[in-house]
Nanobody, 126 residues
Framework: QVQLVESGGGMVQAGGSLRLSCAAA?????????MGWFRQAPGKGREFVGA????????YYGDSVKGRFTISRDNAKNTVYLQMNSLKPEDTAVYYC??????????????????WGQGTQVTVSS
């Protein structure tokens, strides 16, 4: 298990941008197979946003964010980013970072991930 910390959430107007970051707490380094982002709006289930397989850099995105959100990683900083552009009010949610510590065929479901952050709130106003 790795303790993850998200940052970069906040409030933005529709059409704006935010960048979320996720790293291990206390700057700890760790090895992960993949990192993912999920979100959860009030009264809804946890929704897959995107993921990146750390070594090869392959990325995956949920249908609702394709073309607007981009996942990237900084190997030196052991940090994963979620760049969110063209934000919409329906993107409002708590965003969670997650780490898959072991290889697996899928990295798009909550159950594919072993460690989670506490979440950061993103609010998009119309």
């Amino acid at each position: 298990q790795v303790q993850l910390v998200e940052s970069g959430g906040g409030m933005v107007q529709a059409g704006g941008s935010l960048r979320l970051s996720c790293a291990a707490a206390s700057g700890r380094t760790f090895s992960s197979y993949a990192m993912g982002w999920f979100r959860q709006a009030p009264g809804k289930g946890r929704e897959f946003v995107g993921a990146i397989r750390w070594r090869v850099g392959t990325t995956y995105y949920g249908d609702s964010v394709k073309g607007r959100f981009t996942i990237s990683r900084d190997n030196a900083k052991n940090t994963v980013y979620l760049q969110m552009n063209s934000l919409k009010p329906e993107d409002t949610a708590v965003y969670y970072c997650a780490a898959a510590l072991f290889a697996r065929p899928l990295v798009t479901r909550p159950g594919d991930f072993d460690s989670w952050g506490q979440g950061t709130q993103v609010t998009v106003s119309s």
